[in-house]
């Protein structure tokens, strides 16, 4: 055969250190996956959230006082805010993942030129972009129904978007590791709502027992949650640059995790 003057490298990428087409038409996927069932994955948290103001306002609100210098439900809106936001983005990555496992078309996604790390930005696309249009929405509700203007908006979105990614991390690596439905309910059960619930949502960590009080602060959730309450009401019990280092460190440590399972193929390939 003639020489042509170029010799083709078996293996190399023909898309330049980045597949921006590959990564673009995966995070495109993830994002259309929750918008074509919006009612599920965007308007059903907006309505558990408001229910969850709803009952603790009739329930508890009008005996409760002040807390952290402002009314209960002001206190409350921000970590039911942030909760919403992380089981959101925790399901959209892992039920992608589970899903297309069970069904036998994680090759779909395995297949294509992209490397661990562009798989990895992919899913978090998705969840980032799930979870702050949820955030949005609650955010829009605080202010028309409760007027509540963030008092820091960025700080807000800031924390926003990095429990979004923390979660959606997390939703990847317990996604690769399940391989059926339930053991998927048993990592949202046992470790997902755990983490959500018992860090500082519903009360000011500063009331609680020391020994309690220290779990709380090696929870990252906390950190998350905390942050988003100085974002809206300008208060909270740990400092906001604290929270923004504990929460950068977790979300990364996560993501290093999931890249390298992605990286792998562990549990995905054969």
Request: net charge positive; glycine share 10%.
């Amino acid at each position: 055969m003639a020489d042509r003057g170029y010799q083709v490298e078996l293996g190399a990428r023909r898309f330049g250190q980045v597949n921006w087409l590959g990564l673009k038409a995966l995070a495109w996927r993830e994002v259309k996956r929750f918008l074509v069932v919006w009612t599920q994955t965007l308007l059903a948290p907006l309505v558990t959230a408001a229910l969850f103001l709803m009952i603790f306002n009739i329930a508890i609100g009008p005996r409760r006082g002040d807390v952290m210098g402002v009314p209960f439900l002001t206190f409350l809106a921000p970590g039911i805010m942030m909760m919403t936001v992380i089981q959101n983005a925790f399901a959209n990555t892992s039920s992608s993942i589970v899903i297309a496992k069970v069904q036998g078309n994680i090759v779909d996604t395995l297949m294509p030129p992209l490397s661990g790390l562009e798989i990895l930005l992919g899913y978090l696309a998705g969840a980032v972009a799930r979870g702050t249009l949820v955030a949005l929405g609650i955010g829009l509700g605080l202010m028309a129904v409760l007027q509540i203007v963030p008092a820091h908006p960025l700080v807000a979105l800031l924390f926003i978007v990095l429990g979004a990614a923390f979660l959606g991390g997390l939703g990847i690596v317990a996604g690769v590791f399940a391989d059926k439905f339930d053991q998927m309910a048993a990592i949202t059960n046992f470790i997902v709502t755990p983490l959500a619930f018992l860090s500082g949502t519903f009360y000011s960590v500063e009331a609680l027992p020391p020994v309690l009080k220290a779990i709380s602060h090696v929870n990252p959730v906390f950190y998350l949650i905390d942050g988003v309450r100085f974002g809206v009401i300008g208060t909270s019990d740990s400092p906001p640059l604290l929270g923004l280092a504990v929460c950068s460190g977790a979300t990364f440590a996560v993501c290093l995790l999931a890249w390298v399972m992605l990286r792998t193929g562990y549990r995905l390939k054969p």
